[in-house]
């Protein structure tokens, strides 16, 4: 099972951009997908995930502002990001819990992406 995420760069203080992560390999389900976000020097932080079927779970500082979305057909997560700020810059890290074909169920993650937000 791999995490192929893309979408990241640079971009201006209240620009807009749209990460996209697409999951494959032996995938029987998947039960959750997101993404997290960590910039230099922080942890690793959850900026919006969402059970299979459920609400998603935004980091407070990005609602409003960043939407998600899940094409479950297609196993790919999406991440709007509009009116970034400065404090958005960090490397983007798809995330997914999975279940494979032999039904064991692991978490994954991609490679990341870095997302620039200059002032």
């Known amino acids: 099972v791999q995490l192929q995420a893309c979408g990241g760069g640079l971009v201006q203080a209240g620009g807009s951009l749209r990460l996209s992560c697409v999951a494959s390999?032996?995938?029987?389900?998947?039960?959750?997908m997101g993404w997290y976000r960590q910039a230099p020097g922080k942890q690793r932080e959850l900026v919006a995930v969402?059970?299979?079927?459920?609400?998603?779970n935004f980091l407070d500082s990005v609602k409003g502002r960043f939407t998600f979305s899940r094409d479950t057909a297609r196993s790919t997560a999406y991440l709007q990001m509009n009116s970034l700020k400065s404090e958005d810059t960090a490397v983007y890290y798809c995330?997914?819990?999975?279940?494979?074909?032999?039904?064991?169920?692991?978490?994954?993650w991609g490679q990341g992406t870095q997302v620039t937000v200059s002032s």
């Open positions: 995330y997914a819990n999975i279940q494979d074909l032999s039904l064991q169920t692991d978490d994954y």
């Open positions: 969402a059970p299979r079927g459920g609400l998603v």
């Open positions: 390999g032996r995938i029987f389900g998947i039960n959750s």
